[in-house]
């Protein structure tokens, strides 16, 4: 079967899977982070080489304050208990697995931003086998603007390249993704990955988040094998 290299994960659906069960909102969320500890560790046991997920966009600041609250808040406690884990070698699921923040981070507290790296350097080693993008305060545009005004300073008058711009993401280090997987049933990008996913495959689980299991990401997986990649060439 043929493996992506690289996943996108748009986790979608939380808010929906709280609701039905009659909780608030936040509950969803505080469960999807539980999904996605299980999710990182089949990538790595399978053997995807980066997966990026999407868990606050830029967009998100537009949701009522006590939701941005939670979630801000999660995050806080999500990367104090990745901290804890990786640092105490308790859980295997991070064992040689680096992790990157990705997104537009000088929103942050200095706090905030300052634990977020401290974590990202407890996660530098030299022969990682699997790379995590969670993609915080992450815009598709606001990456690539970002890619060109840094392109500018460094090179002014010079004519921009596509890998100019590409060398300048985010996610630089990590190829293309193969697969972009939106979990709730929804199919469109909302500012994912834009420039990147140009060629990627689309995977609509009907799942919400909280419910995605290894099986469903295999239930993908068996789907990506069945596509024909063209690239704009005929079928071989
Ligand atoms: C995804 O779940 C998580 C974030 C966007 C932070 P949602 O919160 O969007 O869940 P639904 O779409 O409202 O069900
Ligand atoms: C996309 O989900 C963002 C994340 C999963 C973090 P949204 O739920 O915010 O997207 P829309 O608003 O339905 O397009
Ligand atoms: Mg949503």
New binding site residues.
């Given amino acids: 079967m043929s493996l992506p290299l690289h996943i996108g994960f ?3 659906g939380n808010g929906r899977w709280a609701q039905g069960k009659g909780l608030p909102r936040k509950m969803g969320h505080e469960a999807g982070a539980k999904a996605l500890e299980k999710i990182i560790d089949h990538c790595r046991t399978i053997g995807i080489q980066c997966a990026t997920f ?4 830029t ?2 600041w537009s949701r009522p304050k006590e939701e941005v609250d939670a979630l801000m808040s999660l995050l806080d406690r999500y990367i104090a208990e990745l901290h804890r884990k990786i640092s105490s070698g308790e859980a295997d699921v991070y064992k040689d697995v680096q992790i990157r923040f990705v997104g537009d981070l000088s929103v942050f507290s200095e706090e905030r931003y300052s634990r977020i790296r401290e974590l990202e350097n407890l996660t530098d080693k030299p022969h990682s086998r699997l790379r995590i993008n969670i993609a915080i305060n992450y815009g598709g545009r606001n990456e690539i603007v970002s890619a060109v005004n840094r392109f500018i300073a460094e090179n002014p008058g010079r004519p921009l390249t596509e890998k100019d711009i590409s060398l300048r993401l985010y996610t630089e280090g990590c190829s293309d993704p193969d697969l972009i997987i939106r979990t709730a049933g ?1 199919m ?1 990008l ?1 500012n994912f990955l834009i420039w990147q996913s140009a060629y990627a495959e689309y995977y609509s689980s009907p799942v919400y988040w909280p419910d995605f299991t290894p099986k469903e990401l295999d239930i993908a997986l068996e789907a990506f094998s069945k596509r024909t990649r063209k690239f704009g060439n005929v079928a071989k």
């Fill in positions: 748009i986790m979608d999407y868990a606050f966009s967009e998100n929804e469109r909302s």
